[in-house]
């Protein structure tokens, strides 16, 4: 079965400085992964995803996340954070046979002035 | 496009009382899924849906809650009783598989509040 490990619960980044949130999976095949971020009172939106080719992939807001499949890992970075990043982050993972999505517990990111 | 319609996008309502949450999915896509956040349990899949018919409905915690979809454009989550650990905020999403591809695409939520 798959699942997803986001070791950090808060994470506290200086506007301006950079950032990098963490995403473990298990899962037995090659993966499709996600990262969605939650704004407070919202929904989720899809920030990029990750199903084969490139390990780079680019998303919107400046965001991008590298896959490391030796280390069974997806995370997610920005060169340089703005205020209106803090929210939370949820990496999601997806099988090839099914349309269902596992998430992680999330990351909660607070930027401070 | 519209995107996921849910309402209401708050209820507050008394222990034993029946609550209904309702969602719109995005046109044309094929599967509905129904989540449930808590700060406890975090996101969890309730049951989703195929073309209105349930796929996997293993992740509803007890008989008290129901969900159909009755057409294409439009489904149901039903808690009857319901119990103060009900509250929680409900999402709706839905997605339109393209070969393997299954991006969801999240409601607003429903914030419930079982008093």
Known sequence: ?113 | DAGVIQSPRHEVTEMGQEVTLRCKPISGHDYLFWYRQTMMRGLELLIYFNNNVPIDDSGMPEDRFSAKMPNASFSTLKIQPSEPRDSAVYFCASSLRRGTYNEQFFGPGTRLTVL
């Open chain 1, 1 to 113: 079965a798959q699942s997803v490990t986001q070791p950090d619960i808060h994470i506290t980044v200086s506007e301006g400085a950079s950032l990098e949130l963490r995403c473990n999976y298990s899962y037995g095949a090659t993966p499709y992964l996600f990262w969605y971020v939650q704004s407070p009172g919202q929904g989720l939106q899809l920030l990029l995803k990750y199903f084969s080719g490139d390990t780079l992939v680019q998303g919107i807001k400046g965001f991008e996340a590298e896959f490391k499949r030796s280390q069974s890992s997806f995370n997610l970075r920005k060169p340089s954070v703005h205020w209106s990043d803090a929210a939370e982050y949820f990496c999601a993972v997806g099988a090839v046979s099914f349309q269902k999505l596992v998430f992680g517990t999330g990351t909660r990111l607070l930027v401070s002035p």
